[in-house]
């Protein structure tokens, strides 16, 4: 069976991924306790592989490798560091070619579409997708298999919403949803393509 590209964000109710720019992933509106970062951290260890985009990646490579032996953190948050750092990453960017953290890089000259399309294939398992850009290509292509939604119970009015310049109808198959503290919800979506 081929891998699974699952674009995994923090929502709003009014589904913004963030309400200022540069909150990049962050942001006071999100409700993230530990339970949440615990389901996180589950989820995160079951990838086969992340496949980021370089904002994202930038963000989470400024934070997440310092973390892991941080003391002052909480013990999920040093753990997720250690996954995020450990676990097998692809970057695609035009821009950045080079990285660390266990990750490789794809775009510049490559067809990136066309190297993801043969990363599903040759990939057993989930895939990790972070970043708008990203996610909103693979939407478009037909590739993106699953949306993992963490609902915040606020509505931020204006913002990036969770996909960028998408316009056509695309349906939803309910797989899984959860509650976690402070009215926190998750939705996992199948993709259904017309």
Not at 88 to 116: C, F, Q, W, Y
């Amino acid at each position: 069976m081929p891998g699974r590209f699952v674009y995994w964000m923090n929502v709003s109710a009014d589904l913004k991924i963030e309400h200022a720019a540069g909150e990049e992933g962050g942001g006071n509106w999100m409700r993230i306790g530990e339970q949440l970062h615990g389901e996180f951290n589950a989820r995160a260890r079951k990838l086969s592989t992340m496949v980021q985009g370089r904002v994202i990646f930038d963000t989470m490579a400024a934070f997440w490798p310092a973390a892991r032996t941080d003391d002052t953190l909480e013990d999920v948050l040093r753990e997720y560091g250690e996954i995020w750092t450990s676990k097998p990453k692809i970057l695609v960017s035009r821009s950045r070619t080079t990285t660390e953290h266990n990750t490789r890089t794809i775009g510049g000259d490559d067809d990136a579409l066309e190297r993801l399309t043969e990363l599903r294939a040759e990939t057993e398992g989930d895939i990790g997708v972070g970043g708008a850009t990203l996610a909103t290509q693979l939407l478009d292509a037909g590739l993106l298999d699953e949306l993992l939604l963490f609902t915040h119970p606020v509505i931020l009015g204006s913002g990036r919403p969770l996909f960028d310049h998408h316009t056509r109808p695309i349906e939803l198959d309910l797989l899984e949803h959860a509650a976690f503290e402070d009215g926190v919800t998750m939705h996992r979506y199948a993709v259904r393509y017309p």
